[in-house]
């Protein structure tokens, strides 16, 4: 174990000015622990926050819903609000992890949560996420699990999070608070593609901290939910997953919002597929030839060329399950 310092946060400008100095923020440390027994992480100073006023789930003036970001899984996927006006982020949480992890970990930390490529986990194989300048070995291993959408010749790693799936469908916005003070970006902006610094995974700057997930008012009536495909039932990453809401007025489709998990390195919004639905009536035929256009853009790799066609199927199937049509 690399020796690093420890300390506990009392108050928020306490952990700014330790986040500062390079510590690095921990709550249930469910993701960084474990990378850390690995020697993937091997941070010099923590900072616990979980002394931190930032686990409610709160109304916003406009309707929609502010997550804390020490939120537990468990609590935020319990909680009347979510499960009431977006079941999608209810069902991504609940279909996450044990429930031990739940009961551990934390909006903020789930979001945040690094690869489980296996390769980027192994420190003697070849990574430009670890290892800047290093290599991708999973360009030319064995990649089933990797992604098809937002890849680079420097790194095919999936982001492995089910709720940043609902997130990115839902348009949600993350609250952050730094040293230059408060700000918030869009859910679609604060995980990066990898591009040619697949080291950089997020838009978070040196010593900022996520204070909270917005989820915007949406029309109502709002039908929503998640599908997760994968290997095994219980306890395992997705191979393909669909964030599906859908607002239906009048027999015909006024909003939809659609994203897939598993499939790209960051969660990946679906706007071709949006655009399909929007001002059509439900219906059988609809729902196929919006999925059609979910994999737009892949590149599939040598051993995951069946995630492209899993894709379609698995977005056309939660478009019949949410639209309520066969």
Request: positive net charge; aromatic residues 4%.
């Amino acid at each position: 174990m690399h020796p690093f310092s420890y300390t506990r946060a009392s108050d928020t400008r306490e952990a700014l000015n330790a986040g500062r100095r390079g510590g690095r923020y921990i709550a249930g440390g469910t993701t960084l622990v474990d990378l850390m027994r690995e020697t993937v992480e091997r941070p010099d100073s923590l900072v616990d926050i979980t002394g931190l006023p930032l686990s409610e789930v709160t109304e916003t003036e406009r309707g929609g819903l502010r997550i804390g970001a020490l939120v537990t899984m468990s609590k935020a996927a319990a909680h009347a609000k979510v499960r009431t006006l977006y079941p999608v982020v209810s069902e991504a949480l609940e279909l996450s992890a044990s429930a031990q992890l739940r009961n551990m970990a934390t909006i903020g930390g789930n979001i945040m949560q690094r690869t489980r490529c296996t390769y980027f986990r192994d420190v003697t194989a070849d990574c430009n996420k670890r290892e800047p300048g290093s290599g991708c070995a999973a360009l030319h291993g064995v990649n089933r699990t990797h992604a098809i959408l937002g890849t680079s010749d420097a790194c095919v790693a999936t982001h492995p999070s089910d709720v940043a799936v609902a997130f990115a469908a839902l348009e949600a916005r993350v609250h952050l608070l730094g040293p230059d003070g408060a700000r918030h970006i869009p859910f679609a902006e604060f995980l990066l593609r990898p591009g040619s610094t697949p080291q950089r995974e997020h838009a978070l700057r040196k010593g900022e901290l996520i204070t909270a997930v917005e989820i915007p008012a949406l029309p109502r009536p709002l039908r929503s939910g998640y599908l997760k495909v994968r290997d095994r039932q219980s306890y395992e990453f997705a191979l393909t997953s669909a964030a599906v809401a859908l607002h239906v007025r009048g027999g015909v489709i006024r909003e939809a919002r659609v994203a897939a998990g598993g499939v790209g390195t960051v969660p990946w919004k679906l706007p071709a597929v949006e655009q399909h639905l929007v001002g059509e009536r439900p219906s059988g035929a609809l729902w196929s030839a919006a999925a059609a256009k979910a994999a737009d853009g892949a590149r599939p790799l040598q051993h995951n060329r069946f995630k492209a066609e899993l894709l379609k199927r698995t977005v056309e199937r939660q478009l019949r399950v949410v639209g309520g049509t066969k």
